[in-house]
């Protein structure tokens, strides 16, 4: 039996429903923007084959390269702040009596079910510049000089975006781990308390590593994740000052829809996916390759 599945025929077999479903929806989309992106065209008509000038024009547009400052200064904050908060809430979760562990796992995943406008006009509150709460809490603790008009700064937008983006995902990563740490056999932590290992050494000797697997998927989550963010911007600050806060994905809808030049659109869009191919190969490439079994 075990030889017979073993074909290259049954392996075939066995994934062409999910290749054919893959090609259909995820690859056959692609080639009308493929297209597209090589002609001059305003949504409606197709106004003459223009090859590379669309790519050209996009590449020299200073918003261009701002939305990938943006674009990845919101992956850096997602994966070197985000990620180790979120281990360290999986492994507070994980040391909790039953009914505390309940309440941080229902408080961990209620930010990330509510919708990106009621997340993003709650965080509009907090940043509102005459009582908003951050700068309510900086008067009364005597920090005036330290309030900001938090989204409508330059130096200020984007970080401030990223705290909301950061606040809604975070309990979620942690819930990802959590489940890791579940899967891990008692036998390691119980041989472990045994020799007599402190909660650290624990957690670097046993826990992280075998956690590879699920640290690789949630890195691949929360980078691609980060790289398409938009809603939070389009609520809080429609990409500005000016460009100021504008993402890839806003700066290709606002090319495509706000201003009709849906071949610089999609030129965007193909640069973006090309951009998110390369990460996620390196990742799976680098992260994690080595075959983990316990």
């Not at 990330?112 to 006009?121: F, P």
Request: aromatic fraction near 16%; proline fraction near 4%; hydrophobic fraction near 50%.
């Amino acid at each position: 039996m075990n030889k017979y599945f073993s074909t290259k025929l049954s392996i075939f077999v066995f994934t062409a429903p999910a290749l054919l479903l893959f090609t259909v929806f995820c690859v056959y989309p692609l080639l009308p923007e493929i297209w597209m992106s090589l002609h001059d065209h305003d949504g409606f008509r197709n106004l003459g084959f223009v090859g590379l000038d669309n790519y050209r024009e996009v590449l020299s547009t200073p918003s261009f390269w701002t939305a990938h400052k943006n674009t990845y200064l919101i992956v850096a904050i997602s994966l070197l702040l985000g990620l180790p908060l979120s281990m360290m809430l999986s492994l507070f979760m994980d040391v909790q009596t039953p009914r505390l562990r309940r309440f941080f796992k229902t408080a961990a995943m209620f930010p990330a079910i509510l919708s990106v406008t009621v997340v993003a006009q709650i965080w509009l509150a907090f940043y509102e510049p005459n009582w908003g709460l951050f700068n309510s809490i900086l008067h009364s603790i005597g920090l005036s000089d330290w309030t900001h008009s938090w989204l409508t700064e330059k130096k200020t937008v984007m970080p401030s975006i990223g705290l909301s983006f950061l606040w809604q995902y975070i309990g979620l990563n942690a819930i990802l781990f959590y489940t890791g740490i579940k899967t891990i056999p008692k036998d390691y932590y119980e041989a472990a308390l045994l020799d007599g290992a402190s909660f650290a050494q624990v957690c670097l000797k046993i826990t992280i590593p075998l956690l590879q697997n699920v640290i690789k998927y949630v890195l691949i989550l929360s980078t691609l994740g980060s790289m398409a963010f938009y809603s939070h911007v389009r609520v809080m600050t429609a990409g500005g000052p000016g460009d100021t806060s504008r993402t890839v994905i806003y700066q290709m809808y606002y090319t495509a829809f706000d201003t009709s030049q849906f071949g610089k659109g999609t030129a965007i869009a193909v640069l973006f996916i090309i951009q998110c191919l390369v990460i996620s190969f390196i990742i799976q490439r680098f992260v994690a390759r080595g075959k983990l079994e316990f």
